[in-house]
């Protein structure tokens, strides 16, 4: 079959669709890069926020078209597919397949079975859990650009009142070091030149290490750093407890680790934190913050905050501006509090309006926007290391992110893609960075 995957939401959902790839071009089936090509197109959705489903739906009422009186087949996946299979087959009848994000290694199989009898009702499979589908994901692996993610750890213990990862993505499975070691050597060989570490709590990782013994995030870097062809790694998303020395210590010591840390916050006020069910206190956080500083001066931070939380007051808000006007982020991402089905907030009393939750994050997000601004001009005149991911708008122009993650345009003769560059930057756009090639 011809497929086409489109993928919604985080990037361990990009590294999904790109294992899901993997797995049908192993098994024959041929990619395409449009969805009126294909014969087979899976969804690889996000269930984070309500807009997020209600895309989904409008993108299957589209799909419905191709589907009619042809013999192609739609497969949703991800965590939308784990939360609502049920609304989806109510809401979307001709959808064929629906496949939790721990069950996206049956995908071939599946499919198969589809294809053997199309008579068959909607064939649904989110049981399994992360340590099966890392068990059995296998094969070769296709189509790599130069910077790359790669999954560590799958699902969360914390249950954050707000969150339904722990639903969609079930307990926390950190994967074995060596299978980590194999899979980063298997990205280098196909020419990827920085790796990401995913992990929805990255940095509660605990696999097994080569020892047999249990290893966290900091050994697992340092394990890392020495990787023959690796010229950069990166991890995320952090839970602010989780953050020790060793992982301050891995920053000052580690030179292909990036100085840039994502540490959601959510909040400045510890009464939403509490709420939240968070478990640190802003002056908690500040510590984190600034036991990294005093480790790795140069780290620059983005974090996620969301506003109009049940039961934030002015007071509570005026406490999270103060928290980004101290921390000074280099970026940040900020959201209106959405309601979702099955976690304890979306059950509690004092939901904010839409419009004063509208009002806040305008609020905040000027003030991020300002901060992010200040950040990158602090660049003009300086030098940044750029790894050139694609071709950029203009001729002899690439792109690339930074070592403190901005955005970068640069303009050089004898560049391409894949090479890691000295940039000398010259000037500033509104989220990026523009800068001439050292040569
Ligand atoms: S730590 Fe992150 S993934 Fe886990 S429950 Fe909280 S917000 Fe969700």
């Known amino acids: ?10 990037q361990m959902n990009i590294y999904d669709s790109l294992r899901i790839a993997d797995i049908l071009t192993n098994a024959g089936h041929e990619a395409v890069l449009s969805v009126d090509e294909a014969n087979l197109v ?28 042809s013999s192609a087949i739609i497969a949703v996946a991800g965590c939308m597919a784990q939360l ?9 009848p001709y959808v064929d397949i629906i496949l939790g994000p721990q069950n996206i290694h049956q995908i071939a199989e599946i499919v198969a079975d589809m294809i053997k009898n199309r008579a068959l009702d909607a064939l649904v499979s989110t049981s399994s859990n992360a340590d099966d589908k890392f068990r059995q994901l296998s094969g070769k692996f296709h189509h790599r650009s ?22 969609t993505r079930g307990r926390e499975f950190s994967r074995s070091v060596s299978d ?15 790796i990401t570490l995913l992990g929805q709590n990255v940095n509660s990782y605990n696999g097994e290490g080569p020892d047999g013994k249990s290893c966290n995030l900091s050994r697992l870097l340092f394990e890392l750093a020495n990787m023959d062809g690796l010229e950069r790694l990166r991890y995320t998303t952090s839970h602010p407890r989780d953050v020790d020395l060793g992982i301050a210590k891995a920053h000052r010591e580690i030179e292909i680790l990036a100085p840039f840390l994502h540490i959601p916050v959510q909040s400045g006020s510890d009464n ?28 620059a931070f983005s974090s996620d905050f969301i506003v109009g939380f049940p039961g934030e007051n002015d007071d509570d808000f005026e406490q999270t501006l103060e928290l980004a006007k101290k921390v000074n982020y280099a970026q940040a991402y900020s959201f209106k509090y959405s309601p979702r089905p099955g976690t304890i907030a979306a059950k509690m009393d004092n939901q904010i309006s839409d419009d004063i939750k509208s009002e806040r994050l305008q609020i905040l997000q000027n003030l991020l926007n300002e901060q992010q601004s200040t950040f990158n001009q602090g660049f003009i005149g300086k030098h940044v290391n750029v ?19 901005q955005a970068v345009s640069v303009c050089g003769n004898n560049i391409s893609v894949g090479d890691m560059v000295k940039v000398r930057i010259t000037a500033v756009a509104s989220h990026s960075l523009v800068g001439a090639a050292e040569q």
């Open 1 to 10: 079959m011809y497929f086409f995957i489109k993928n919604y939401g985080c």
């Open 42 to 69: 899976i969804l690889n959705t996000c269930s984070i926020r309500d807009k997020v489903d209600e895309k989904v739906f409008s993108d299957l009422g589209r799909l419905k078209t191709i589907k009619d009186g």
């Open 84 to 92: 609502r299979s049920q609304d989806i087959i109510r809401r979307a």
């Open 146 to 167: 130069v910077s790359e993610y790669l999954t560590i750890q799958e699902g969360c213990d914390n249950f954050c009142a707000y969150c339904i990862v722990p639903f």
């Open 180 to 194: 980590i070691v194999n899979e980063s050597k298997n990205l280098i060989s196909l020419g990827v030149k920085e």
């Open 272 to 299: 939403i934190l509490k709420r939240m069910n968070r478990r640190y206190s802003r002056d908690e956080y500040f510590e984190r913050i600034e036991m990294l500083r005093e480790y790795r001066p140069d780290i």
């Open 387 to 405: 790894l050139l991911v694609k071709d950029g708008k203009h001729e002899k122009q690439l792109v690339g992110r930074s070592e403190y993650s």
